[in-house]
Nanobody, 122 residues
Framework: QVQLVESGGGLVQAGGSLRLSCAAS????????MAWFRQAPGKEREFVGV????????FYRESVKGRFTISRDNAKSTVYLQMDSLKPEDTAVYYC???????????????WGQGTQVTVSS
């Protein structure tokens, strides 16, 4: 069956870095765009960034541009989110998602992981 399993979350001080991974199985990974979303307590889930099938193109929300980098390894069916210069406002549960097109709307994604908690202390 389809699975997306995130890992790499944790507690980090402001200014620090984390690298999230999302391992996919049960579908043709290279045929899907991969995105990261996040949800903070009491807030709606929001788009973080997306990477196209080949990995040659990425798009990010404005608040993470220059700090976050998405990459993918189609041979390993894994997508990564490198997060640098973390801020307390980045605290959230981070989810990876797979979908047919690169879009910021969460409802357009077919598969979701269970999420991994990222907490940034000030």
């Amino acid at each position: 069956q389809v699975q997306l399993v995130e890992s790499g979350g944790g507690l980090v001080q402001a200014g620090g870095s984390l690298r999230l991974s999302c391992a996919a199985s049960g579908f043709t990974f290279s045929a899907y765009v991969m995105a990261w979303f996040r949800q903070a307590p009491g807030k709606e889930r929001e788009f973080v960034g997306v990477i196209r099938r080949s990995g040659g193109s990425t798009f990010y929300r404005e608040s993470v541009k220059g700090r976050f980098t998405i990459s993918r390894d189609n041979a390993k069916s894994t997508v990564y989110l490198q997060m640098d210069s973390l801020k307390p406002e980045d605290t959230a549960v981070y989810y990876c998602a797979a979908g047919p097109i690169a879009i910021i709307t969460s409802t357009q994604y077919d598969y979701w992981g269970q999420g991994t908690q990222v907490t940034v202390s000030s």
